[in-house]
C-alpha cells in the first residue's frame, strides 16, 4: 500500500526566508509525487509533480521540490516566501500516473507566513 | 472554462435523510473522483470512476453511492445520513493521458453538517 507522511502540522517562517514543508513517501513501484495548496474555502490546486527526470522540479508561484529516492522525501521549497503563500499544503503520492490508480494524500501542513 | 462544478456549496441535513451531491466537469476528462476531507486527516477517497458506466470503491465508501451516467456527471449519493458523515466534499477529475496526466482538477468543495 502507498502512503504518504507530512511530519509538521504548521511551518512557520517570516517572509522572504526560504520556507520547506517536508514529505516523505512509500510506495511499492515506481513514485510519482504532487504537491497541492488549498487556501480557505477553496478547492486543491495543483503545484507541481514528479514523474520522471531531473530530481529538483519547478511549479507555479516559484515553488519547487526535490526528490530523494534514497530518503524516500519529497520535501516542497521557495527560496523566499510571501505572506500570500499561506495556505494548507498537501504532498500526495501514486505509484502510477497513467492508469486508475489512486492519489493517496498526505495529512497537509499549514504554512503561516509573517511580515 | 467552467472546470469541475460542484453543488450545493453547504446543506445542514437531519440525521436519517437523504441527499445527492453534484459535480460536473467540461474537461472531457475519464477519471473523477469523490474525496472527503476531515480536519487533520487529509483527504479520503469515497469513490472513483475511470469512465461513464464505470464506477469503484475508495478507502471510504460506506454510507455512500455513486453513478456515472456520461462522461460529465459524477454526483455522490448519502442514503442515510449520519454524524460521521459531516464533512466537506470534494469531487476531482484528471485526464488519462497527455502532459497533465496525473494532475487532479478539484471543485470548490460542498460542505455538510449532519445534525
Known amino acids: 500500500a502507498q502512503s504518504v507522511a507530512q511530519p509538521e502540522d504548521q511551518v512557520n517562517v517570516a517572509e522572504g526566508n526560504p520556507l520547506t514543508v517536508k514529505c516523505t513517501y512509500s510506495?511499492?513501484?515506481?513514485?510519482?509525487l504532487f504537491w497541492y495548496v488549498q487556501y480557505p474555502n477553496r478547492g486543491l490546486q495543483f503545484l507541481l509533480k514528479?514523474?520522471?527526470?531531473?530530481?529538483l522540479v519547478k511549479g507555479s508561484y516559484g515553488f519547487e521540490a526535490e526528490f530523494n529516492k534514497s530518503q524516500t522525501s519529497f520535501h516542497l521549497k521557495k527560496p523566499s516566501a510571501l505572506v500570500s503563500d499561506s495556505a494548507l499544503y498537501f504532498c500526495?503520492?501514486?505509484?502510477?500516473?497513467?492508469?486508475?490508480?489512486?492519489?493517496?494524500f498526505g495529512t497537509g501542513t499549514r504554512l503561516q507566513v509573517t511580515l | 472554462n467552467a472546470g469541475v462544478t460542484q453543488t450545493p456549496k453547504f446543506r445542514i441535513l437531519k440525521i436519517g435523510q437523504s441527499m445527492t451531491l453534484q459535480c460536473t466537469q467540461d474537461m472531457n476528462h475519464n477519471y473523477m473522483y469523490w474525496y472527503r476531507q476531515d480536519p487533520g486527516m487529509g483527504l479520503k477517497l469515497i469513490y472513483y470512476s475511470v469512465g461513464a458506466g464505470i464506477t469503484d470503491k475508495g478507502e471510504v465508501p460506506n454510507g455512500y453511492n455513486v453513478s456515472r451516467s456520461t462522461t460529465e456527471d459524477f454526483p455522490l449519493r448519502l442514503e442515510l445520513a449520519a454524524p460521521s458523515q459531516t464533512s466537506v466534499y470534494f469531487c476531482?477529475?484528471?485526464?488519462?493521458?497527455?502532459?497533465?496526466?496525473?494532475?487532479?482538477?478539484f471543485g470548490e468543495g460542498s460542505r455538510l453538517t449532519v445534525l
Open positions: 514528479y514523474i520522471t527526470g531531473d530530481n
Open positions: 476531482a477529475s484528471r485526464p488519462g493521458a497527455g502532459g497533465r496526466s496525473g494532475e487532479l482538477f
Open positions: 500526495a503520492v501514486r505509484d502510477d500516473p497513467g492508469t486508475a490508480s489512486k492519489l493517496t
Open positions: 510506495v511499492s513501484g515506481n513514485p510519482y
